[in-house]
């Protein structure tokens, strides 16, 4: 149905710069809402942003306001998740997701589909 294959992690310094890439295939027009989530070992899963095909409305977690920003390139199927200023507390492995349109998009339960993850490191 859809397939999502991350890229665009790595190590960095605190205060740097990634960004992350999301290129989704298939029946994405059944998908209109893609959420980016990271898990930290041994922490739960948590909500980092989110976007919609369509329209292009964002959200984000209180935790990366101001720092993080989620984009789409529509032509491409393709979605992108710009982190700055980057904290050793960001490290995680990061995953996009991809949902239908969707009321409650911080649930991670709420999305069908999953990339399979890409490391962010985070050094002091």
């Known amino acids: 149905q859809v397939q999502l294959v991350e890229s665009g992690g790595g190590l960095v310094q605190a205060g740097g710069s990634l960004r992350l890439s999301c290129a989704a295939s298939?029946?994405?027009?059944?998908?209109?809402?893609m959420g980016w989530f990271r898990q930290a070992p041994g922490k739960e899963r948590e909500f980092v942003a989110a976007?919609?095909?369509?329209?292009?409305?964002?959200y984000y977690a209180d935790s990366v306001k101001g720092r993080f920003t989620t984009s789409r390139d529509n032509a491409k199927n393709t979605v992108y998740l710009q982190m700055n200023s980057l904290k050793p507390e960001d490290t995680a492995v990061y995953y996009c997701a991809a949902g239908k349109g969707l009321l409650r998009l911080s649930v991670s339960q709420n999305y069908d589909y999953w990339g399979q993850g890409t490391q962010v490191t985070v050094s002091s």
């Open positions: 976007i919609s095909w369509s329209g292009g409305s964002t």
């Open positions: 298939g029946r994405t027009f059944s998908r209109n809402t």
